[in-house]
């Protein structure tokens, strides 16, 4: 028969074993969810207990949409940042289909909209906005697209010709390309990095969602260049390497989600032109 003393002693010990366990992750599950942990030794055992209704984490949903096709991109002319092109009838009716498409979406809210001050970009959020009424949008510099400088307004193949260096590493070498003395690509990573924090995130801008608001979501309308940065840089590959990764076609879309408590959103995947698995 045990002695009161020494089950005292005993119960205490297996309590101490519950109480380190409850602080310690197990099989990956986070501190919070074990509740009781019991091992069966040849002495004793203890129940293990998992509350697996304490694991979800609010996260913001982002939107990423390139504008439809304009008649500058029909025509192979850079466009960069100049404010000249406008969607032809394709890229109306690529953003009419968008539209559509962000007004089935019943597992998130568009609470709101972020544009590029460039007219193609606004022109598509107009027409996005006769299928799906959106909330006011506002215009971010920082969303334009990116400076190509003295290229703008001009012939892909006639850059190709005259610049053939400068023109291969613009398709295949995002650090070494160059127009007039700037760094294009790599000036376009560190102003989509510093988008986050400044203009884009929930986390940048007092009227936030609170925490529970888990189908809270931003759409921000911008550029192929632009789209695949703020892509890159939200995931924290701040390399710009990443460029021409994951290129954006006309009225193409990504949804990016970000816990709220995350320094870098933790998936994402495309939406249109069709909805794409979940990556990291």
């Not at 002693?9 to 380190?20: F, M």
């Not at 995931?235 to 990764?245: A, E, I, N, S």
Request: contains cysteine; glycine residues 4%; charged residues 20%.
């Amino acid at each position: 028969m045990t002695a009161p003393n020494e089950a005292f002693h005993q119960q205490r010990s297996q309590e101490s074993n519950c109480e380190l366990l409850e602080e310690t992750p197990l099989l990956g599950y986070p501190k919070g969810m074990v509740r009781a942990i019991a091992l069966s030794c040849c002495c004793f055992q203890i129940v293990l207990v998992l509350n697996l209704t304490t694991c979800t984490t609010a996260s913001y949903r982002y939107f990423i949409l390139r504008h439809g096709e304009t008649d500058h991109n029909a025509a192979g002319i850079i466009q960069g940042s100049s404010d000249v092109s406008r969607l032809n009838k394709r890229g109306q009716a690529q953003a009419r289909a968008a539209g559509i498409a962000l007004a089935q979406l019943d597992d998130v809210t568009i609470s709101r909209v972020l544009c590029s001050p460039l007219a193609r970009a606004r022109q598509t959020l107009e027409i996005l906005n006769e299928a799906a009424p959106l909330p006011t949008p506002t215009v971010v510099a920082a969303l334009r697209e990116i400076d190509l400088h003295s290229w703008e307004g001009r012939q892909k193949k006639e850059l190709k010709a005259l610049f053939p260096a400068a023109y291969a590493a613009w398709k295949a070498d995002a650090l070494g390309f160059t127009v007039d003395g700037h760094l294009p690509v790599v000036d376009l990573w560190r102003r989509a990095a510093a988008s986050w924090t400044e203009d884009l995130r929930w986390e940048a801008v007092a009227a936030r969602p609170s925490a529970d608001a888990a189908t809270a979501s931003t759409l921000i309308v911008c550029h192929s260049a632009c789209g695949q940065a703020l892509l890159a840089t939200a995931r924290g590959l701040t390399d710009p390497r990443q460029f021409r990764v994951h290129e954006f076609p006309n009225c193409g879309c990504v949804e990016i989600e970000w816990p709220h408590d995350e320094p870098h959103a933790t998936r994402w995947r495309w939406r249109l032109p069709a909805l794409g698995e979940w990556q990291r």
